[in-house]
């Protein structure tokens, strides 16, 4: 979805943390996380100023986390936890809500698929940040829709289909 004319675009101001695991330096994370950002926002036309949080950890602490909020004890790639419910389309909060990425499953997930860990990491960034604007993939209409946004995105940034 493009942003309408005379739109305020959106601007996010990230904090990130790197808490745990084997990450690419800092500096190519922030460049990595920042592009993606972007890229949504262009893509789902966001409006609004707002905060965001991205954490690099590890598989052991993501697992607790993810135990501890969704009841499911194993590590996963990413989780996305909204500071406010949020409505696709709607106005940015103050405050998005963090990202959390798993270091190990990040990694082998972009080993298994043979594809650049860069373009993992930013697909991840972008899944969480769709999840934080109110997106879901829970019933088939939304996860068609979600995708196509994730894909959209990752085009802006030359990165293939990781769908495909």
Do not use: C
């Amino acid at each position: 979805m493009a942003r309408k004319p005379g739109a305020a675009a959106a601007s996010v101001a990230i904090d990130l943390m790197m808490e745990a695991g084997y990450w690419p330096p800092q500096p190519e994370l922030q460049l990595l996380v920042q592009a993606a950002v972007d890229a949504v926002l262009a893509e789902t036309g966001a409006r609004g100023q707002a905060e965001l949080s991205v954490v690099f950890t590890d598989d052991a602490h993501i697992r607790a986390l993810n135990a501890g909020w969704r009841g499911k004890d194993k590590p996963t790639n990413v989780l996305s936890f909204p500071a406010f419910p949020l409505r696709p389309g709607a106005p940015l909060p103050p405050m998005l809500g963090d990202i959390v990425l798993a270091a190990e499953t990040v990694a082998g997930e972009a080993a298994l698929e043979a594809k650049p860990l860069a373009h993992h990491i930013s697909h991840l960034v972008a899944h969480g940040l769709l999840h934080l604007l109110g997106h879901d993939h829970e019933h088939e209409a939304e996860a068609e829709t979600m995708e196509a946004l994730e894909r959209s995105a990752l085009a802006r940034l030359a990165i293939p289909d990781p769908y495909a």
